[in-house]
């Protein structure tokens, strides 16, 4: 077979380097050998020798040949490129154990030092799994102590071995907790380091600067000046000498310095041209402000797609296109390189939004509550940069005291739930979605969508700990108290109102939102002169707040005579301070439209402040959302434990095996016996069911089971139906089935006659049905439910994304409102749950690992005070997509 039929082109990958510029990984090809004689060529004396244990000058012919033409199974080499040369090459030859290969790598000189060598060993690790291998040998010597590095901090077991004045490595290279939390440690470095070159770059040039008024150029030069940016600003336009009173440039190689940030503001004709020019310019990160790519059908997809390729090929990262902008108010910035019309103050919020007009909407709702921002980014199509990325980089940002993204499409979900949860632990993150979201796509955006049950996007996310919202306005209702004010340590509140009527609905509301009301005082007297009020109502919530069972306070209020917002604020600023709990204020019929009632009020520098709020239903809506952020983050999230008795090598083998005659995208479902053994691999035991033909066969597999017997029909539909005969349970001997057959085939006739099984009797138990699906965009979901009507009509599911920790699966078992049936519900004795928890445990594991099962359903689980049993198992397996979030670290494609 050719070469170019056996190339994986899903091997292909844009990659972070260390430094936050990115590289093109591939697969070697024999296209290359010029190339990889070229970059051998320019390899210093000491890094060829380190590489080959001797000096030469050049490849010869036959080693070119070798080095270049794999059969990328037993021999695979990857080359990563930068501007179309190679700058790393990476590769492992299959040893004469067809389970161990020989890895070996070569960075060129200027490239050293920038994570290549570990990017590089991750993706052969993930091809030498794929294609069978299961341990890597190196040998390297000794003053190569870079490269041993490499292998020593990859997570792996090391063997370490000096042999002749070399030193000998092996190590197993099936993923390890380890060599897992060391990728995902290199790839939020490597990602956090890619926006900080982005949000704080020392200079920058907007290309498509214009002198005419009002124009997307003219606008951004004239903001990215009048905002005070601290490093210098360049304007490029062919046509213009003079642009905003500093010289304009014709291009960008014209400037003088180089350019970290590149802000490109021409036609959508001319934008792949300028792109290219920045690329041999070598400017760090592009801003694509330019609209056009998501119309003219498929072709403006297609040229997005070329832009993300070429600035990627030189080491660019892409904001855009049709972006609204950046924004970071950090006083050694000052960059609003955006459409905004001046720099917002600065505060504790970092904002994410996607399109334009979403960003438009969620500055100017921050700017009407006075919420200051730490940065702010429009991904616009989001056609390279994410919001996965924006966090990585607000993780480590001491200026960002909380996140919140208006999300319209999601492109790694599972990469954002793992994200996303460690950052939700160090600082609130708030999500706005539409409801369509994964189910349709915004123009532009070129990402898959989900086949997933309704809810399992939503599950992701509560999963990941993040305070889920609907609305601009939900969203900044929440932030402003998660910016302005301390989390609270738990769910107790005091109300405090001077009116009863108005004081008793807050607290009915707070209740109804599952806040614990400890202290209702609706009896303020705020009407004595502010001299007298004042004091007093200090000295009430100091009180208040000073109760170890008040974790925050709500104060709500009528107009007052002879007070005012602007002098009550204070006080309630100083109590909240003094106790360190957060206060929020509701100021409700108040006229007057010169106070401000919305917003973060007496607030600092810091942009801290008191959430105040016109609404008492929006106060208590937003503190009930950051009560429970409080209780998922004080809570214990479990661990990714991995049950007894699994055995991942027979599940592959048995699914690789299976798989090899499927060539396209159908599925085929497994048999009883390939069923039983895939499941038996993780610990899943399937209670034996025969099916048969004549009474008599049926009489033999009741024998072979043991007596007594369910008899029932393989009707997937009827096979659970008492009312409509599809099975008789508890049948006690041979007698009985014979009667049983008969009297079940005459009653099922108007069904078409369908086959019969008897199958061992299970101890009684509730029934529950468990079911795994492989979606296009979350990956492996796992749904439960209660078997019957409650899942049936009433869609009663509760979902989960693998990988799912200990506590996940306990919460999953206790979602569904029928699930009290198993905790002892109208007499009933309570379930053994732990066994139906190690029981979605195995399935999600079992899923998560094995991207070809399709689908997986058991139907039902009979769960008793003893035990359980699986009474039904259907597996279908198929050749799935890659999955968005792999085992390799890679930008989204």
Request: proline share 5%.
């Amino acid at each position: 077979m050719a070469a170019e039929e056996l190339y994986p082109e899903y091997w292909e990958a844009d990659v972070v380097l260390r430094d936050g510029s990115t590289g093109h990984l591939r697969p070697i090809s024999p296209a290359d050998a010029d190339a990889v004689q070229a970059f051998h060529m320019s390899q210093s004396q000491d890094s060829i020798y380190l590489r080959f244990f001797t000096y030469k000058s050049s490849l010869s012919e036959r080693e070119l040949k070798r080095f270049t033409e794999v059969d990328y199974v037993s021999r695979v080499a990857f080359v990563v490129t930068r501007g179309g040369r190679i700058i790393g090459i990476g590769r492992y030859d299959r040893l004469d154990d067809p389970e161990e290969a020989e890895v070996a790598f070569n960075i060129a000189d200027a490239y050293q030092g920038r994570g290549l060598g570990s990017i590089l060993l991750e993706h052969l690790a993930a091809a030498a799994r794929e294609n069978g291998i299961q341990r890597f040998t190196a040998e390297v010597l000794p003053e190569n102590r870079k490269m041993i590095t490499v292998f020593a901090e990859a997570g792996y077991e090391v063997d370490r071995r000096f042999d002749d004045g070399v030193v000998e490595l092996s190590f197993d290279i099936d993923p390890t907790d380890r060599s897992r939390a060391v990728m995902e440690s290199r790839e939020h470095r490597a990602e956090a380091r890619s926006m900080q070159t982005l949000l704080t770059p020392s200079s920058v040039a907007v290309i498509g600067a214009s002198r005419s008024w009002g124009s997307v150029g003219y606008s951004l030069l004239e903001h990215i000046v009048e905002g005070g940016f601290t490093g210098p600003v360049a304007g490029v336009n062919p046509e213009a000498f003079e642009l905003n009173g500093m010289v304009a440039y014709g291009s960008i190689g014209e400037v003088p310095g180089p350019v970290d940030l590149a802000v490109i503001a021409v036609p959508y004709e001319s934008v792949l041209a300028v792109v290219e020019e920045c690329g041999r310019a070598g400017v760090k990160s592009l801003l694509v402000a330019t609209a056009g790519f998501a119309e003219n059908d498929g072709e403006g997809l297609a040229r997005q797609r070329e832009l993300v390729h070429s600035a990627r090929s030189y080491g660019m990262r892409v904001v855009g296109p049709a972006s609204l902008g950046i924004i970071n108010t950090d006083p050694a910035v000052r960059l609003n390189a955006s459409m905004a019309p001046a720099l917002p103050r600065p505060g504790g919020l970092g904002l994410f939004s996607q399109s334009a007009a979403i960003g438009v909407m969620l500055h100017a709702a921050a700017a009407r509550r006075a919420l200051g921002l730490s940065s702010g980014l429009s991904a616009g199509n989001r056609a390279d940069v994410s919001g996965n990325d924006a966090m990585q980089y607000w993780e480590d940002d001491p200026r960002t005291r909380a996140v919140a993204l208006y999300l319209e499409s999601v492109g790694n979900p599972r990469k954002f739930s793992r994200i996303a949860r460690r950052l939700s632990r160090m600082k609130p993150v708030i999500v706005a979605k539409s409801d369509v979201m994964g189910l349709q796509l915004p123009p532009g955006h070129a990402v898959r969508t989900t086949q997933a049950p309704g809810g399992a996007l939503d599950a992701m996310l509560r999963q990941s700990g993040v305070i889920r919202v609907e609305t601009t306005e939900q969203l900044m209702d929440v932030a402003q108290i998660v910016v302005g004010q301390p989390i609270p340590g738990g769910s107790g509140v005091a109300v405090f109102s001077n009116s009863l009527a108005l004081g008793k609905v807050v607290a009915d509301a707070a209740q109804a939102q599952d806040l614990d009301v400890v202290r209702l005082n609706a009896h303020l007297d705020l009407d004595a002169g502010q001299s007298v009020a004042l004091p007093e109502l200090k000295a009430a919530l100091t009180e208040a707040l000073e109760d170890a069972t008040v974790h925050s306070l709500i104060l709500t209020l009528i107009p007052a005579v002879g007070l005012t917002s602007e002098q009550i604020l204070p006080v309630l600023a100083e109590c909240g301070s003094a106790a360190g709990k957060p206060v929020v204020a509701c100021f409700t019929g108040v006229l007057d439209s010169a106070e401000q009632l919305e917003g973060l009020v007496s607030g600092d520098e810091a942009g801290t402040g008191v959430p105040c709020f016109s609404s008492p239903g929006g106060a208590v809506s937003a503190l009930a959302a950051v009560v429970r952020y409080s209780r998922w983050r004080q809570a214990e999230h479990g661990v990714f434990a991995e049950p007894a008795g699994v055995n991942e090598d027979d599940a592959a083998t048995l699914l690789t095996s299976v798989l090899s005659g499927i060539r396209d995208v159908g599925l085929r479902r497994l048999d009883g016996e390939q069923t039983g053994r895939l499941l038996g691999s993780y610990g899943i035991n399937v209670l034996r069911s025969i099916p048969f033909e004549t009474t008599e066969e049926a009489v033999l597999a009741a024998d072979a089971v043991g007596w007594p017997v369910a008899l029932k029909t393989v009707d997937e539909n009827l096979r659970h139906r008492l009312d409509f005969g599809g099975v008789r349970l508890n049948v006690p001997d041979a007698a009985s089935l014979r009667a049983g057959v008969e009297a079940m085939r005459n009653e099922l006739r108007i069904f078409g006659a369908p086959g019969l099984e008897v199958q061992t009797m299970a101890p009684a138990g509730q029934a529950c049905v468990l079911r795994a699906i492989e979606d296009p965009l979350l990956g492996p979901v796992v749904s439960f439910g209660m078997a019957g009507d409650a899942v049936n009509l009433l869609d009663d599911w509760a979902h989960g994304i693998p990988p799912l920790t200990t506590v996940d699966a306990a919460e999953l078992v206790r979602t569904p409102r029928a699930s009290r049936r198993l905790f002892g519900y109208q007499g009933l004795p309570p379930v053994n749950v732990a066994a139906l928890e190690d029981l979605l445990l195995r399935v999600a594991l079992l899923k998560d690992r094995h991207p070809e099962i399709a689908l997986l359903q058991f139907n039902p689980v009979l769960v008793s005070p003893d035990g359980l049993a699986v009474l039904n198992a259907e597996v279908s397996v198929g050749n799935p997509q890659q999955r968005t979030d792999s085992a390799r670290r890679a930008l989204r494609d």
